[in-house]
């Protein structure tokens, strides 16, 4: 299929590297393509950024069939542009796809869409270490039809926009809250897919977390209410003793890229590593005997987010010293290195865009 | 605040009675209103039905903070036009809000912006027993922002469409599938809620239950997959020796406006009802020692839909002689005949429009 291009007038201008947040310094053009039973996915164009219109009826405000992706491009110091890992990222989108009765898309077509995209959208990527361009895959499902059934058009869609740097003031520890009584995800559920459903079942629990001063919530298991599943929008890791422990994915947990590249240099540096299930009381345990020295999560937004204190129910564990733990500080080095094109691309992550 | 009224040039038709589907035969008009932290809900209008525009960073696409509800407006033999138990969904909207993070709604203010909107589409209400006009009020979150939080701005929608018989040739009784691979909710989660994501959720096991001859899923509990939860679109009811059997509401099923009427019936009728667990196992003896007599969903849809068959794994149930019982019968006769006005309102479940 061949990509129109319509390209925007005037170009907008992306704010200093200093002024960027997230998600909201959005690029001038977007890639789009259509999706009908009879044609496929069909009619991919390059158009400016611009206001979606659709059917007050469309599924996707009523049902939510939605599925979505989270990835970033990064400038080299050579001002060269790469992705990481983008090829594992629309894997997942057509996991989510099959999840939720979406019709999958052609990888080597839309990882080519993208990489036409950011050529055209270069100079939104900034520079500064740490910031990126955010890259954001969706789906929505837009037939005009108020019953509960799959859609049969879809809209697909990757917008893009610049990000300031995580850490402005280096990697801070946060602070994340247990919740009891809400749940994110089920076994038999879809909380293993990046639909939009199951971020909007986080919100409560969110906005509690907040209140009481927590950035994250971090989410148990919905059968025994025992278990550590994820944290917000990151995968958790522990070290015990000197043994990296992760929650396995069992269905209700995201399988996160940066937790499998986490595991991946974890192995190859000789470091234990367990991906099985951790009770909220093995945590307690391992806290009190001193034996948990770092907990940290993984994920595209944070690379790595090292966690300070963990409140659980009236229990606060207190973690490390108030600086971020050195293995946590050995993986941010090492995935931000490859990613910011510093360090040699041993393990095959990088995708050179220009 | 007053409701600013734009309406059509030229008005549509709207098609024949027995042409009517279901979700697809919009009204005219339409009722919108905006939210923001700072101005609350505002600027509410009724205006022509039309395509909503929306950045596609719009949090709606991205992270389904959206709520809905359904419900009916009919017209009596005098062409009255008149409301079921309107009030009672706003109401379950605002529970909805409150567990979506959404802001509530003044019920007194919409009950009067949807009398208003259906004065001015009475002539879309169509007049044969069983047809109706289906209302769909929803809301969905409008920030262009990529985070994850609860959104600052909404929109309230309230549209119409014109709505056929469910039961053309009369009451059929449907095939219903048991999933025992997919969960739509769990304690803890938001199956209590009317909101998008549950019917995301839904959609896979929906396929697998249609590619095998059936019409909807029974879902069973997410913790234990034993107990009966609800089905499809609608709340489930066992008729076993005398005594009218539902699922009491333990926080993962919709509290259907429909099963609560039914239940009012039922006590005032003087027919045992019993608000509890309900297991397959149960059903599965009730229905080997014939004690199993009836079995029907409701909800606003079909009112009351009979089931005739049940498949659980390799067994297929088969429930009645084809025909609705007479239990189901009863309870589709009463609804109805006060629905569209030909019986009296002796529970004051009616609003009068026109
Ligand atoms: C729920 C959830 N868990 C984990 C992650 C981490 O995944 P990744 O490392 O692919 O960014 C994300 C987000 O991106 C997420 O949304
Ligand atoms: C999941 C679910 N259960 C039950 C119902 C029945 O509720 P009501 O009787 O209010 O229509 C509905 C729909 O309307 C529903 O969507």
Chains 1, 2 share one sequence.
Request: hydrophobic share 40%; proline share 5%; net charge negative.
């Amino acid at each position: 299929m061949e990509i129109a291009v319509t390209r925007v007038g005037q170009a907008g201008t992306r704010p200093k590297d200093e002024d960027l947040g997230f998600g909201t310094a959005f690029t001038d053009h977007m890639f789009v393509m259509d999706y009908s039973t009879d044609k496929g996915w069909h009619d991919p164009r390059i158009e400016p950024f611009a206001p979606v219109t659709l059917s007050p009826a469309a599924m996707v405000f009523h049902y939510g069939q939605a599925i979505f992706e989270g990835l970033k491009a990064y400038k080299t110091p050579e001002k060269k542009v790469q992705l990481f890992r983008a090829r594992d990222n629309f894997d997942r989108l057509n996991r989510s796809a099959r999840g939720l009765c979406i019709p999958e898309v052609d990888i080597d077509f839309v990882m080519d869409a993208l990489k036409q995209l950011l050529k055209l959208e270069k100079d939104w990527i900034p520079e500064t270490l740490g910031t990126s361009l955010y890259i954001r895959p969706f789906i929505i499902a837009t037939d005009p039809f108020l019953g509960v059934r799959s859609s049969f058009t879809f809209k697909f869609f990757i917008i893009l926009c610049s990000v300031g740097a995580y850490y402005a003031g280096g990697l801070a520890p946060v602070k994340i809250w247990v919740s009891k009584d809400h749940v994110r995800a089920v076994p038999g559920g879809v909380g293993e897919f990046k639909t939009a459903g199951n971020y909007a079942a986080s919100l409560n629990a969110g906005e509690i977390a907040k209140k009481q001063g927590y950035a994250q919530v971090l989410w148990l298991d919905a059968l025994e209410r025992k278990y550590v599943e994820e944290v917000g929008a990151m995968n958790i890791f522990f070290v015990i003793d000197d043994e990296l422990v992760t929650p396995n994915l069992t269905g209700s947990i995201l399988p996160g890229i940066t937790r499998f590249s986490v595991i991946d240099l974890a192995k190859k540096w000789g470091m234990p590593v367990s991906e099985r299930k951790i009770s909220m009381d093995e945590v307690l345990d391992a806290h009190a005997s001193g034996r948990l020295k770092e907990v940290f999560g993984s994920g595209t937004a944070a690379v790595i987010s090292p966690v300070g204190e963990i409140c659980y129910g009236d229990r606060v564990l207190h973690i490390g010293d108030g600086n971020p733990g050195p293995v946590a500080m050995k993986f941010y080095q090492a995935l931000t290195s490859i990613q910011y094109g510093t360090a040699k691309d041993t393990e095959n992550w990088i995708e050179p865009v220009v």
